[in-house]
């Protein structure tokens, strides 16, 4: 059992695939960071100051202990009040259009760094039946007429 595992683990998809799940991780980090650190700040300024981080809807009763501030998504949703959080939905979509757009600019460019294959003509392969009749034709041809 243990051979077949680490065949499997030595197989070159499994290794690339390893690589590819820790740099998508890093690079999602990345993009996290560009999307709730620099482009919503923008967008938040460009439309009066908005932080669609803290846009939410409470579905629940606040518990009676809770000294918080209402308008704190991130202290009511510590203290358990059932939340419909679409305002990190918008930041969540905003980082997947990011990413996609990202990946889809990287294959761009790598499509027109890679030549593409050149396809081989392929001969059309006569069938037996034709072969053997061009040669009784060519046959025919080469005697001598009586």
């Known amino acids: 059992m243990f051979k077949e595992f680490k065949t499997f683990i030595a197989r070159g998809n499994v290794l690339d695939l390893a690589v590819a799940v820790i740099i998508g991780a890093a690079f999602g980090k990345i993009v996290t960071s560009?999307?709730?650190?620099?482009?919503?700040?923008?967008?938040?300024?460009?439309?009066?100051?908005?932080?669609?981080?803290?846009?939410?809807?409470?579905?629940?009763?606040?518990?009676?202990?809770?000294?918080?501030?209402?308008?704190?998504?991130?202290?009511l949703k510590k203290a358990g009040v059932p939340l419909l959080g679409y305002g990190a939905f918008i930041t969540q979509a905003a980082n997947f259009v990011i990413v996609a757009f990202i990946i889809f600019m990287i294959v761009r460019a790598?499509?027109?760094?890679?030549?593409?294959?050149?396809?081989?003509?392929?001969?059309?392969?006569?069938?037996?039946?034709?072969?053997?009749?061009?040669?009784?034709?060519?046959e025919l041809k080469a005697r001598p007429r009586v």
């Open 34 to 75: 560009l999307t709730e650190d620099v482009i919503m700040p923008v967008i938040g300024k460009i439309f009066g100051g908005l932080d669609f981080s803290g846009y939410f809807l409470r579905m629940g009763p606040v518990p009676a202990n809770y000294a918080g501030s209402l308008s704190d998504y991130a202290a």
């Open 110 to 138: 790598v499509n027109r760094l890679i030549p593409k294959p050149k396809a081989e003509v392929a001969v059309p392969i006569e069938p037996a039946d034709v072969t053997l009749l061009r040669e009784i034709r060519d």
